[in-house]
């Protein structure tokens, strides 16, 4: 397979989806363009397949970095699997 701009685990937001995050999980061989295949952060259960030339075009999707943090209530932090991402155009 030839090298891709992207790689498996960055994250990205389309465009038009208002915050929703996704995660890329892997890359389908066997299309012309290569095709990723990403996974909603926030829904595990629910995954798109999209071409990588959609994937880096910047009218359609946006990489983010997701960064985690234990959430702190009443002065009691959650353990990190209840942490808050957030994201940030990059």
């Given at each position: 397979m030839?090298?891709?701009p992207v790689e498996i685990g960055?994250?990205?937001c389309k465009v038009d989806s208002h915050g929703?995050?996704?995660t890329l999980d892997s890359f389908n061989e066997n299309t012309e363009p290569v095709h990723g295949?990403?996974?909603?952060l926030d829904d595990p259960t629910t995954s798109i397949t999209v071409s990588?030339?959609?994937l880096t075009d910047p009218r359609h999707f946006r990489r983010t970095i997701?960064?985690?943090w234990p959430l702190t209530v009443r002065g009691e932090t959650?353990?990190?699997?209840?942490?808050i991402a957030r994201f940030r155009w990059r």
């Open positions: 030839a090298k891709t960055q994250s990205f929703i995050i996704w295949r990403l996974t909603r990588i030339n959609v997701v960064e985690e959650t353990p990190l699997r209840t942490s």
